[in-house]
């Protein structure tokens, strides 16, 4: 396989629910909710809409984001993208347009993980009490 094939797409429309691990890149245009663990690449999508805990190795986002990310590589915002929550990465790249509306840390990924620890159901009574 090519290192930039995609091989898993979750097109518009999609509704997914659940835990989803891969290798390789996966694109998902639709509505995810869960849990994503990889060393791979995830792209989300215009218009895409994933929530949960992100887990993966480079992120390439244009739709919405939200939960606790931890990109063990490069971040990629492009001026659609919009992240809430926590983001843990090594390298982060935005376009001008693009939104972070939460924490951000871009230190070593290995002491990090701990902090990201609260999980999606704490963060919005974190987020709240902060504001």
């Known amino acids: 396989m090519a290192r930039d094939e995609i091989n898993a797409f979750l097109g518009s429309g999609t509704i997914y629910t659940g835990d989803l691990s891969f290798e390789g890149a996966v694109r998902i245009d639709g509505t995810f909710s869960g849990n994503i663990t990889s060393e791979g690449t995830l792209i989300v999508g ?3 809409n ?3 805990t992100l887990k993966v190795g480079a992120l390439v ?6 939960g606790n990310v931890v990109v063990n590589g490069k971040a990629v915002l492009h001026k659609s993208a919009t992240l809430q929550g926590k ?3 090594k390298l982060l790249v935005m376009e001008e347009g693009a939104m972070l509306d939460g924490d951000l840390c871009m230190r070593n ?5 701990e902090s990201l620890a609260v999980n999606n159901q704490e963060w919005p009574a ?5 504001q």
């Open 46 to 48: 215009q218009g895409a």
């Open 50 to 52: 994933v929530k949960g």
């Open 61 to 66: 986002a244009s739709g919405a984001i939200e």
């Open 87 to 89: 983001l843990s990465t």
């Open 109 to 113: 990924i290995d002491k990090t993980e």
């Open 126 to 130: 974190i987020k709240e009490s902060l």
